[in-house]
């Protein structure tokens, strides 16, 4: 069973740092594209940034210059910095995968279950 695994959220101080970690488990055959997504409540989820199985980033107007996504193909793992943080920030961050499983020759979009990152002073 594939499933992900968000981990790294929690309380900061406007302007602060953090480092969220998503890790995809599972009997999984390739990855193709990992992105992560924020939901602030009473709002629709929106993307933040993305990378491809190649490397290619691409980030939301609103985070440009202070998020950077990462990733590490050995461990499965996509990451996201967050840095010069604003009280606009705060929301669940989520980590999104479309993974072919080795069960099947189909690729399937996963989520994880979200982090909590609340940016207040």
């Known amino acids: 069973q594939v499933h992900l695994v968000e981990s790294g959220g929690g309380l900061v101080q406007p302007g602060g740092s953090l480092g969220l970690s998503c890790v995809a488990s599972?009997?999984?055959?390739?990855?193709?594209?990992m992105a992560w997504y924020r939901q602030a409540p009473g709002k629709q989820r929106e993307l933040v940034a993305s990378?491809?199985?190649?490397?290619?980033?691409d980030y939301a107007d609103s985070v440009k210059g202070r998020f950077t996504i990462s990733k590490d193909n050995a461990k499965n793992t996509v990451y996201l910095q967050l840095n010069s943080l604003k009280p606009e920030d705060t929301a669940v961050y989520y980590c999104?995968?479309?993974?072919?499983?080795?069960?099947?020759?189909?690729?399937?979009?996963?989520w994880g279950q979200g982090t909590q990152v609340t940016v207040s002073s």
């Open positions: 599972g009997s999984i055959f390739s990855i193709n594209f």
């Open positions: 999104k995968a479309d993974i072919r499983p080795t069960t099947r020759p189909t690729v399937f979009r996963y």
């Open positions: 990378i491809t199985w190649a490397g290619s980033t």
